[in-house]
């Protein structure tokens, strides 16, 4: 059935390949930069990745200006304004931030803060508040999941009042995402497994959930289908560049894809569980994304079984009946995450992680029954769904 | 149309245990807003147990205010024509506030659209029509029909 109304918008540059970085400095002269200050964090340059990027500027006219590494795992509107304060204390004219999603909040909020001018971060919480654009702003992205280089969102906490503030903008996506396969080639095989069913989780969800739209299904089905070509390979040799790029485009293209067409109740269920259990983001959609596929199935199971091709390959798609394929795409990530088990011992399980109760169930259920996401989710859930979607991931 | 969905939510939150649930969590006096800019729109208020009251003085900022980008897409939602996630889906609505609280009123707006509708109308209008048997739907609907008629009549 054609799309009766749908909006697409992705105006960030992708620049990706194993040389990528080197172009950063061409990039910043265009826009007339020349003094960028990096925001990253300790963990990332104590692993020496800045090192390549601060290395991309040798022999040229830029120099980088300060290296803030003071972002904290939960960006916070304290650390916005001591990284703002360290842009306008250096005369600086761009923001390059380098890392995970905590770091790219805290430049998007920087960012609104010396482009705008004040202190007060919180003036600009909400939808659509930005008016005009910001200063230049390059993501370098060190995992390959999350997809924040090409989303309008940021999300920093207000310890005080101890809430998260969403700020949502078009002027808050970056101008250039940089993937280089430098920047992820030494991340530790467990968090290479969660990030990259992080990915295959925006994608999947991006392609069946109730915003999914031509445009997004492009990227998220071809997200798809370079995860499942190439995490396994990775896995068994972390040192593999090439496919170390290939994830790292497919984490950018299923951000393209989510960040157009939204996530479902995968979620729903991993933002709750996250809250309630402190478990990393990406180990919480591999825990559900099977089961919610199951639940989903009854609505949407045409779209999941289009999946099973970029899934598992032409051969098996081919002899697969049509009413099979979305029970055999569901399958083959649940051979997925047994393979990831048995390579990092990446939980499948509730019970797997050690770190969940049955006694914290409701509560879960409770919290994700509210989540945002639900509302894009093909099904209409209710309570006692999906207390029964988490036992079965129980175990 | 938006004003007189306004009242049927308000007198659905006197008849329906479900929605006064939803609704309960919410604080007292939090204040919810359906719009089109420069047009139509309604604005309720929670009160104690999860009962709702027009606001009829609309000057003031609400807690959550979710405003449709054009009157078209309202009367797409409020015709019973596109369900409230799918107008969400499709971008034609902007929120401004907490999205579980946005969640909860979508939620009592389809539960409002279940009850007041045919079902075969409602099924247009939410995801997935709910359990409700004949009867609580009949005698839920005389009285939110009866509580929006007794309003546009006396004024209360």
């Avoid at chain 1, 003094?35 to 990332?44: A, E, W």
């Avoid at chain 2, 897409?73 to 024509?81: D, E, G, H, W």
């Avoid at chain 2, 609280?101 to 029509?129: D, G, Q, S, T």
């Amino acid at each position: 059935m054609a799309k009766p109304y749908y909006e697409f918008f992705s105006p960030v540059k992708v620049i990706a390949g194993h040389k990528a970085l080197e172009h950063i400095p061409f990039e910043l002269k265009t826009l007339g930069c020349s003094r960028p200050m990096i925001v990253t964090d300790k963990g990332v340059r104590g692993a020496g990745l800045i090192d390549h990027v601060a290395g991309a500027f040798d022999s040229t006219s830029i120099d980088v200006a300060i290296i803030f590494d003071d972002v904290p795992p939960d960006s916070s509107l304290e650390t916005v304004r001591k990284a703002a304060e360290v842009y306008r204390g250096n005369n600086c004219d761009a923001i390059i931030a380098v890392g995970g999603g905590s770091v790219i909040d805290t430049s998007k909020g920087t960012n609104i803060l010396v482009s705008e001018g004040g202190d007060d971060l919180k003036a600009y919480s909400g939808a659509h508040i930005l008016k005009r654009r910001l200063k230049p702003f390059y993501v370098i992205p060190t995992t390959s999941g999350t997809g924040s280089e090409t989303t309008l969102v940021a999300v920093v906490s207000d310890l005080e009042k101890n809430v998260k503030l969403p700020f949502m903008s078009q002027f808050l996506m970056p101008d250039a995402a940089i993937l280089d396969s430098r920047m992820t080639l030494t991340l530790p095989s467990h968090i290479t497994a969660m990030t990259a069913m992080d990915a295959l989780t925006h994608a999947v969800e991006a392609y069946t959930c109730l915003a999914a739209n031509p445009l997004s299904d492009a990227y998220a089905y071809s997200a798809v289908k370079k995860i499942s070509e190439n995490l396994m390979t990775v896995m068994e040799d972390p040192k593999d560049a090439d496919a170390r790029l290939e994830l790292a485009q497919a984490s950018t293209m299923a951000g393209i894809a989510f960040s157009n067409s939204m996530v479902g109740l995968v979620h729903s269920l991993g933002h709750a569980l996250g809250a309630v259990c402190h478990l990393p983001h990406g180990l919480c959609m591999s825990l559900f994304l099977p089961y919610v596929l199951e639940y989903n199935r009854d609505i949407n199971g045409d779209k999941v079984g289009e999946l099973l091709l970029p899934l598992a390959g032409s051969e098996l798609y081919a002899t697969t009946p049509k009413e099979q394929r979305a029970a055999k795409a569901i399958a083959f990530i649940r051979e997925l995450r047994d393979k990831l088990y048995n390579s990092c011992q990446l939980p499948r399980t509730l019970k797997e992680t050690g770190k969940v109760s049955v006694g914290q169930i409701e509560q879960v259920a409770q919290l994700a029954i509210d989540d945002g996401s639900i509302i894009y989710n093909p099904n209409e859930s209710d309570f006692d769904e999906l207390v029964d979607i988490l036992k079965r991931a129980w175990e | 149309m938006m004003a007189v969905v306004g009242r049927a939510l308000v007198a659905t939150s006197r008849s329906d245990d479900e929605v006064r649930k939803e609704l309960s969590i919410l604080p007292s006096g939090y204040t919810m807003q359906m719009l089109v800019p420069s047009g139509p729109g309604f604005m309720v208020k929670v009160e104690e147990q999860g009962h709702l009251t027009l606001v009829s003085d609309r000057t003031q900022k609400p807690d959550l205010s979710i405003t449709f980008k054009h009157l078209s897409f309202a009367f797409l939602v409020f015709s019973f024509q596109e369900s409230t996630a799918r107008s969400f889906a499709n971008d034609r609505m902007v929120l401004d506030g907490e999205v579980s609280h946005a969640i909860r009123l979508v939620r009592c707006l389809n539960k409002m659209e279940a009850i007041i509708l045919p079902r075969f109308v409602a099924r247009l209008a939410v995801k997935r029509y709910p359990r409700i048997s004949l009867g609580e739907k009949v005698s839920k609907a005389a009285r939110v029909y009866g509580l929006v008629a007794k309003h546009l009549v006396l004024g209360r």
